[in-house]
C-alpha cells in the first residue's frame, strides 16, 4: 500500500487522496492516515512542482559541479557537505563514488552569478581540492518526465 | 463478366463499427474510449531491440514457425507464468497476431459443416473466421447473470455429431469477463465428455485483476493434448503495431497450422520476432507497471458507473467495462451514435460482439486517467438528460 502510494505521489504530488482510493480499492481515511504517518516519518519529504524554466521569462542557469575534499577525521563528507548545503542557491548535493567527492546542484540567474559562487565561495572552502563545473544546456528529461511536448493519441479511434 | 466474388466472402457481414468510425473522424474534440489496443508505447528496451536488429541487417526470413530463440522463450515463460508445458520446436508457432493463429487453427481442423461453439459477446473474427474455414459457427450467448463467464448450462443443448471446437474468449473481448479455475473445471469436464477440441485465445492473459493469477483452460488434466493456446505481445507488451503472436497445441495440429501458415504468411515479421525476445526475457516489471495502472483505472470507472446508478458487473480482465444502457429504452446503437454527437464520447455498441451483446456498451480503459474523468463527466451529463426527459 505505502508503496503504491508513494509510486503515485512521486509521479503526481496533486493527486487527489479520494481518487487515488478508490484506484487502490480502499478507503479514503486510508489513504489519507497513511499519508500523514508517512509525512511526519519524514519519508514525504515535500511535494514539488516540476517547472519547464525555459518557457518562462525568467532567466535562469543550472549547473554541475564536480567538487574533490579532503574528507575530515570524525566527520567524513558530512561537515563540508553541510557548508555547502547551506547556500540557498544550492539546490542539490550528493556524495559521488568515483572521480570525485561531491556532486552540487546550483541554480542562478547568470553564468557570472555561478561563476562567482565557484569561484568566491565553493573553492575557497579549506577542505575543497578542486572544483569542475559543467552548464546544463538543455533539459530533455528532468525527474522522469521527458520535456518535449506530448505527441497527440496515433491510434485509430475505434477497434475491437 | 463472371462474377467475382466467392458466396463465402460475400457472406460476410461487414465490420460493425465502421460507419462509427466515419463519424467520428470527421468530428472534433472527440473523447474515444473505442479503443481496443493499449495507451502506453511498446517498453524501450523492446523498441530498442528492434532497432538493434535493423542496425544489425537482421532482415531475413526466419524458419516458417518462427525464430527458435523466440520460442524457447515463449516455451520458458508458458511454464513460469502458467506452469504449461510445451516443446519449443514441436508445439509451438509463431504468428502474425493472435488473429492469425485463430484462423490457422480453423483452417486445419475443420471440415465442411463442422460446428465451432463460439461465447459471445466475444472478439469479432471467429464467426468469420469460421465461416470462411468452411465451419459453421454457432453462437453461445453468455449471461449477465453469470457475470458473462461460461457455465456449463450455456453449452447444454448446443452439441451435436458435428461440435468440434469450443471457443474460449477468456479474459474477454469486450466485456472483461474473466474465468478462474473452478468456472474451467467444469467447462472442461463438458469438453471431455462430448470429446471436443479447444481454441483457448489468451491474449489478455497478463491483465486480470483478481489477485491471483490468470488459469488457462490447458492446465485442466486431459486439456491440454485438445486445446490450441492462442497468446501473443499485443496486450501484455503495448506492441500491437509489431503483429505478432503465438499458437502453441499438440504436435500434430501444429504441424498442419504451420504448412498453412508456410504458404500463405511465410514468417511473422523478423525485426518484431527479435524484439519480442527482449520483451519475455526483460519486461516483466513493465508489464506489471501496466497492469496496475489499467487496475486504478479500472476501479475508478466502476466506482465512477455506481455514482452514476449505471449498472455494471465488476471484470476482473482485459481494459475493458461493460456497463448495461438497457434503461434507456433504446439499443445500444443509438445510445452509442447519440453520446458520440451530443457529448462527443466513442464507445463502442455491445452486440457488435454478437447478438447477446445488445443492451450493453463496450468502453475501454486504455486511456490517461485524466482522458477518462473528462470522459466519464460527458457520459453522466448525457445520461442525466436522459433520465430527466422521461
Redesign the interface.
Known amino acids: 500500500m505505502r508503496e ?1 502510494i508513494l509510486t503515485f505521489l512521486e509521479k503526481n504530488s496533486k493527486a487527489n487522496l479520494g ?1 487515488l482510493a ?4 480502499t478507503s479514503e481515511e486510508t489513504v489519507e492516515a497513511e499519508v500523514r504517518k508517512m509525512e511526519e516519518e519524514q519519508i514525504i519529504r515535500g511535494y514539488h512542482t516540476l517547472i519547464d524554466w525555459d518557457k518562462t521569462d525568467v532567466e535562469k542557469v543550472t549547473a554541475l559541479i564536480e567538487v574533490r575534499v579532503t574528507p575530515q577525521r570524525d566527520q567524513g563528507f558530512d561537515r563540508i557537505a553541510e557548508r555547502i548545503y547551506n547556500y540557498p542557491e544550492v539546490r542539490s548535493v550528493y556524495l559521488i563514488s568515483g572521480a570525485y567527492d561531491l556532486m552540487v546542484i546550483l541554480e542562478g540567474k547568470t553564468l557570472r552569478e555561478v561563476s562567482a559562487f565557484v569561484s568566491n565561495k565553493l573553492s575557497t572552502l579549506d577542505t575543497v581540492i578542486s572544483t569542475a563545473t559543467h552548464f546544463i544546456l538543455k533539459k530533455y528529461k528532468a525527474d522522469g518526465t521527458i520535456m518535449a511536448a506530448k505527441e497527440e ?1 496515433e ?6 | 463478366m463472371k462474377k467475382a466474388i466467392a458466396d463465402k466472402a460475400a457472406a460476410l457481414k461487414p465490420s460493425g463499427i465502421r460507419k462509427f468510425f466515419d463519424i467520428v473522424s470527421e468530428m472534433e474534440d472527440v473523447i474515444s474510449l473505442g479503443v481496443g489496443e493499449p495507451d502506453f508505447d511498446t517498453p524501450w528496451a523492446i523498441r530498442d531491440e528492434g532497432i538493434y536488429t535493423l542496425e544489425k541487417g537482421r532482415t531475413f526470413y526466419t524458419s516458417n514457425s518462427g525464430l527458435k530463440q523466440l520460442r524457447e522463450e515463449i516455451a520458458r515463460y508458458l511454464r513460469r507464468r502458467f506452469e504449461l508445458s510445451y516443446h519449443p520446436l514441436k508445439e509451438i508457432l509463431v504468428t502474425v497476431g493472435g488473429s492469425e493463429g485463430i484462423d490457422l487453427a480453423f483452417r486445419a481442423m475443420l471440415d465442411p459443416g463442422d460446428e465451432v461453439l463460439v461465447p459471445q459477446p466475444s472478439y469479432v473474427s471467429y464467426v468469420p473466421c469460421v465461416s470462411m474455414a468452411g465451419g459453421v459457427p454457432v453462437p453461445v450467448p453468455l449471461k449477465a447473470e453469470n457475470d458473462f463467464r461460461l457455465k456449463r448450462s450455456d453449452l447444454e443443448g448446443l452439441v451435436n455429431e458435428k461440435t468440434k471446437i469450443l471457443v474460449m474468449p477468456f479474459p474477454n473481448n469486450p466485456t472483461g469477463a474473466v474465468m478462474e479455475r473452478d468456472d474451467l473445471e467444469e467447462i472442461a469436464q463438458f469438453v471431455l465428455e462430448n470429446d471436443l477440441y479447444v481454441l483457448s485465445d489468451e491474449i489478455y492473459a497478463e491483465l486480470t485483476y483478481t489477485g491471483k493469477p490468470h488459469v488457462s483452460i490447458a492446465q485442466l488434466p486431459g486439456m491440454q493434448e485438445r486445446t490450441i493456446l492462442i497468446n501473443g505481445f499485443s496486450k501484455a507488451y503495448a506492441m500491437t503495431g509489431w503483429r505478432l503472436g503465438y499458437a502453441c497445441g499438440p504436435e500434430h495440429i501444429v504441424k498442419e497450422m504451420v504448412k498453412i501458415h508456410q504458404f500463405c504468411i511465410m514468417c511473422a515479421p523478423t525485426n518484431s520476432q527479435y524484439a519480442a525476445i527482449a520483451a519475455l526475457r526483460d519486461c516483466d516489471e513493465q508489464v506489471e507497471e501496466m497492469r496496475q495502472a489499467y487496475d486504478g483505472r479500472r476501479r475508478f470507472l466502476l466506482h465512477t458507473f455506481k455514482q452514476m446508478g449505471l449498472p455494471c458487473f465488476e471484470p476482473f480482465g482485459a481494459f475493458y467495462v461493460f456497463p448495461c444502457i438497457r434503461e434507456f429504452g433504446m439499443t445500444s446503437e443509438e445510445f452509442a451514435t447519440r453520446l458520440l454527437r451530443e457529448e462527443k464520447v466513442a464507445v463502442v455498441p455491445g452486440d457488435a460482439f454478437g447478438d447477446c451483446g445488445e443492451g450493453f456498451i463496450r468502453i475501454s480503459y486504455a486511456y490517461s486517467i485524466d482522458a477518462l474523468k473528462k470522459a466519464m463527466d460527458r457520459i453522466d451529463a448525457f445520461i442525466s438528460r436522459l433520465r430527466a426527459q422521461r
Do not use: A, N, S, Y
Not at chain 1, 155 to 160: A, D, G, K, L
Open positions: 503504491q481518487e478508490i484506484m487502490l480499492g493519441d491510434r485509430i479511434p475505434v477497434t475491437f
